[in-house]
């Protein structure tokens, strides 16, 4: 038994560390959704055994007699309603589509990407900079945590900051992205975000960044200073 007042680690690593397919897997989804060049496999993992709770939940109420009524028909039913709200499975959905879920819809669900999705971001690692910056709120709370899974009905609320330069419509950044999309045809295009992407490289972005941080330090210590 372990130490009370230490809660044990809910991530679960592989349990071969050196097998080849994995760990190319690993390093696609880690350029694909943006994660951390050094530290990014964690992140994996960390939504892997979260996936493998879900399916293991889902597979001990399938092999139930009976979810018809009682006790089970409840814990089945809070358990979809669950999954639904987090936005991993559609509202008609049953047990059997949990076991559909793979890793990369629990990443999609993470702020980062749906920064990207929403096209508040030129890139994958572009919109984990604008979090880990301050520059992105979910409602009224700023957010500066990229692996922050968003509920279904939270994704409206994702905004930037009040005090963000890409709060302002005439920002470059965002000129840019509205120019490509009126060029493409349609704000919901795909290819939007893909183009801002090749017109602005990360070294730039990040910079722009670290500029627009400033500035907003400087607003904010002058409120503060004005109080």
């Not at 530290?39 to 996936?51: C, D, F, N, T, V």
């Amino acid at each position: 038994m372990g130490q009370p007042k230490f809660s044990r680690p809910k991530t679960q690593t592989p349990t071969h560390p050196w097998k080849a397919e994995r760990i190319e897997e690993e390093h696609a989804l880690k350029e694909q959704y943006g994660l951390k060049r050094v530290g990014g496999m964690k992140e994996i993992w960390r939504e892997r055994s979260a996936l493998r709770r879900h399916r293991q939940l889902a597979m001990k109420l399938i092999g139930r007699v009976d979810t018809s009524e009682g006790h089970f028909k409840r814990e089945k039913e809070e358990f979809l309603g669950s999954m639904q709200r987090k936005g991993l499975i559609s509202e008609d959905a049953d047990l059997d589509d949990v076991l559909q879920i793979s890793v990369e819809n629990m990443l999609d669900r993470r702020l980062q990407s749906q920064v990207y999705y929403k096209g508040f971001a030129p890139s994958m690692r572009a919109a984990r900079n604008m979090i880990v910056h301050g520059h992105i709120v979910l409602g009224n709370q700023r957010m500066n945590v990229p692996g922050y899974h968003v509920l279904r009905e939270q994704e409206s609320e994702i905004a930037y900051h009040p005090s963000s330069n890409f709060n302002d419509p005439n920002h470059a950044i965002r000129q840019e992205m509205d120019r490509r999309r009126q060029t493409v045809g349609g704000d919901d295009s795909v290819d939007v975000t893909q183009q801002v992407r090749e017109a602005h490289t990360d070294a730039d972005f990040i910079e722009q960044i670290k500029a627009d941080e400033a500035a907003m330090d400087a607003v904010e210590n002058e409120d503060g200073g004005e109080a």
